[in-house]
């Protein structure tokens, strides 16, 4: 019964906000970055009022390396809820890469057109057309985040991360849907990051797959319903771990250099985690 009430509290309250957030989003284009040279003030603000409106508190691990700032950086982290993108616009600064369907979507599609998302399509043909979309977003002086494994699971592993686009750092092909080669102008370093479920109504969730839950739904089908169940829940706090920015000129190929990536993030969120797979990617939304 509770949960219901504040689930039913919290929508309403993202429904009254929603003009006001959209506008901001507008000021953020017209007046915030143009006049004062700020790309990440609005979204952030936006994305943080969202991670209010569902529930969520972000703590940063007491071990986490600061944040690169002297040159475009690609944040990597793990994925298990369809919140992530949410908790993770809230604390970090870049421009995220997902999948381009998002950008149909009634309602969320404006909203992440206008937040710079990169919509890509998660297959491996496209691979240089979303690389020539990065590397521009990158030209930019701009960073990006990106969930490497493709696609969410529960929490309790750590899967694949994916190398494809990432090779864009180590020379590979890029052109635009004309078939124009994109060059990468910049040096760009890789940040990974881990995010973990660190609490639930005041209970330790670290390990506890039943508490977990309360944030992944990864077992649930309905995006509406797992918003509204994840609305309906008083609390939860997420802790996030920085690893220091990774140079790929210090890795021999793209793959050295995203399972060192991977290794760090696994052994953070998943340490008891003892095989690696590639998760299955769905291509039905």
Do not use: C
């Amino acid at each position: 019964m509770f949960r219901t009430l504040r689930s039913l509290r919290r929508a309403t309250t993202g429904l009254l906000a929603f003009p006001f957030l959209a506008g901001a989003i507008t000021l953020q284009s017209t007046i915030v970055e143009p006049l004062f040279k700020n790309k990440t003030a609005i979204p952030n603000f936006v994305y943080n009022t969202l991670r209010r409106l569902i529930g969520v508190k972000v703590e940063f691990n007491a071990a986490s390396a600061p944040f690169a700032d002297d040159k475009p950086t690609w944040f990597v982290l793990n994925h298990m809820s369809t919140a992530d993108p949410v908790v993770a616009g809230a604390v970090l600064k870049g421009n995220f890469v997902g999948k381009g369907e998002v950008l149909k979507w009634p309602v969320i599609g404006p909203l992440a057109k206008s937040m710079k998302l990169i919509g890509v399509r998660r297959s491996r043909e496209y691979n240089a057309q979303s690389m020539a979309k990065i590397a521009k977003n990158f030209n930019k002086g701009e960073s990006v985040i990106m969930f490497p494994e493709g696609t969410t699971n529960d929490g309790a592993t750590v899967d694949q991360f994916r190398a494809g686009l990432i090779s864009l750092l180590f020379g590979a092909h890029a052109e635009d849907k004309e078939g124009n080669k994109v060059e990468l102008e910049k040096d760009v370093v890789v940040q990974p990051v881990g995010i973990r479920v660190k609490e639930v109504e005041g209970k330790p969730a670290q390990d506890v797959d039943e508490l977990r839950r309360f944030y992944s739904y990864h077992d649930e089908d309905s995006m509406i319903k797992r918003v509204w169940k994840r609305m309906g829940t008083k609390s939860l706090t997420l802790e996030f771990k920085v690893f220091p920015a990774m140079d790929p000129k210090d890795y021999a190929t793209q793959f050295d250099l995203i399972n060192a990536a991977h290794k760090q993030v696994q052994e953070f969120v998943a340490p008891n985690q003892t095989e690696v797979k590639a998760g299955v990617i769905p291509y039905k939304v």
